[in-house]
């Protein structure tokens, strides 16, 4: 049997004492844990590698989301952000999902497409069927490219074409749709949409303008549902609560994009620790969102017939786990060795599940006391840490600075004090 994730106190808990537990949950090795204690964990050299005008290095806080059952099983989650609330939050509400039997996830596969724009063309709907005809020569072409992900099973798969009518006219849109394994591919996808460019050409007569991957990863989704009991979540008005909210998000693009974003938290946050392009799965969750014409959440809660509460959510994953910075960030090979995953299709089950996660809590928090009591506590317990409280101080001086209603450095530094028998 797997070690559980349930951990409690976890957050009680020094950043090396944290560090060891997550090396033993992993089997990480001593290169993961200074790679992930180091300042940056990415040196300058291999920096200046990845990007261009290198001048340093940016770190952000990593963390880890404790209590995660995915598809039975458990799951330390790694992510890096530099928002506080967000992993406690994700923590909180996975220890609740797991009362419910935590969350069971599913994907479609891992299928990108690259569009081909082609323009010019006298018969935009006769250059559809010629382009449709010659489906397997375009396949082929386009699998040439990258004989290794064919014999890993990926490659191109099929190709679909649609007339766009636009203001300069129409014109003839062909997608290329590529099982991408474990490659995040936009390179891969990329590369076969320039290389069948000039088939297109050929085949309509038309000009072909741009040869590009979509972020809107629509075939390449991810789902997760969990239940919530009522009783853990606490009560009937919390789940009532909930649903309320989401029908608030439902109803308004406003409300509905800040609904999202606090989804994408737990989403971005494991994206950056694993050295995902964050930007591709923002573009491609918010997009998707507003896929119906409509802006609508990512998730869906609702109440079943035991008074529970049931939420789920469906967001395209466009994640690798071979290529680009996941393959040389150092913390970010240690990331995908927390996670323990085996697959890309894996990790996006694990990021739709934070994501269902945290805005179970942002939900729940927001529909009772709000969220800012949350961010107090944090607040007070940084106060307390920077005026000097050690151990168990910490907690006390929090405790009474939030009682007291007065969550300032000068009554930190008194209560410090006080209850150090310094004054
Ligand atoms: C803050 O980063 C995220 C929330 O605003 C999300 C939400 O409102 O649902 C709390």
Not at 53 to 67: D, E, Q, R, T
Not at 72 to 87: N, T
Not at 274 to 282: I, K, M
Request: glycine share 10%.
């Amino acid at each position: 049997m797997g070690k559980s994730s349930k951990i409690s106190g976890f957050y009680k808990l020094s950043p090396v004492e944290r560090l060891k537990l997550v090396k033993d949950f992993s089997n990480l090795s001593k290169e993961d844990t200074e790679a992930i204690q180091s300042l940056s964990g990415l040196k300058v050299e291999d920096a200046d590698r990845m990007i261009e005008n290198v001048i340093g290095i940016m770190s952000v806080p990593l963390g880890i989301a404790v209590n995660f059952l995915i598809n039975d099983k458990d799951y330390l989650i790694p992510m890096a952000i530099e928002e506080p609330s967000v992993i406690a939050a994700a923590s909180n509400a996975a220890r609740i999902a797991r009362i419910g039997g935590g969350f069971q996830a599913s994907n479609t596969g891992p299928v990108m497409i690259g569009q081909i724009q082609a323009v010019d063309i006298e018969d935009p709907y006769g250059g559809k069927m010629s382009i449709l005809e010659s489906k397997n020569t375009i396949l082929k072409k386009a699998n040439e490219q990258d004989p290794i992900l064919v014999k890993f099973g990926g490659g191109a798969k099929d190709v679909s074409v649609d007339v766009l009518d636009s203001f300069i006219g129409p014109m003839v849109v062909t997608n290329l749709l590529v099982d991408c394994r474990d490659a995040m591919g936009a390179n891969a996808v990329n590369t076969m949409a320039e290389a069948v460019a000039p088939l297109i050409e050929e085949i309509t007569g038309g000009k072909v303008n741009l040869r590009i991957i979509s972020n809107l990863a629509s075939e390449r989704l991810v789902r997760s549902k969990a239940i919530f009991p009522k009783e853990a979540l606490g009560g009937e008005d919390v789940v009532v609560g909930v649903v309320a909210a989401y029908a608030f998000a439902a109803a308004d693009p406003y409300r509905c994009a800040t609904h999202n974003k606090g989804i994408m938290n737990g989403v971005s946050a494991v994206a950056l620790a694993t050295g995902q392009d964050t930007r591709a799965l923002e573009a491609g969750a918010h997009s998707f969102a507003a896929i119906s014409g409509e802006y609508l959440p990512l998730t869906t809660w609702e109440q079943n017939e035991k008074g529970d509460l049931v939420g789920t959510i469906e967001i395209p994953m466009a994640v690798g786990l071979i290529g680009g910075a996941t393959a040389v960030h150092p913390v970010a090979k240690a990331c995908k060795k927390i996670l323990g995953i085996k697959s890309a299709v894996e990790l996006g089950e694990v990021m739709a599940s934070v994501g269902l996660a945290q805005n179970l809590a942002a939900l729940r928090a927001l529909s009772s006391d709000g969220i800012q009591k949350g961010h107090m506590k944090l607040h007070a317990r940084n106060l307390a840490i920077s005026a000097g409280a050690k151990g168990k101080v910490i907690d006390e001086v929090t405790t009474k600075m939030i009682e007291e209603q007065k969550v300032r450095f000068d009554r930190a530094k008194e209560l410090v004090d006080e209850i150090s028998g310094k004054s």
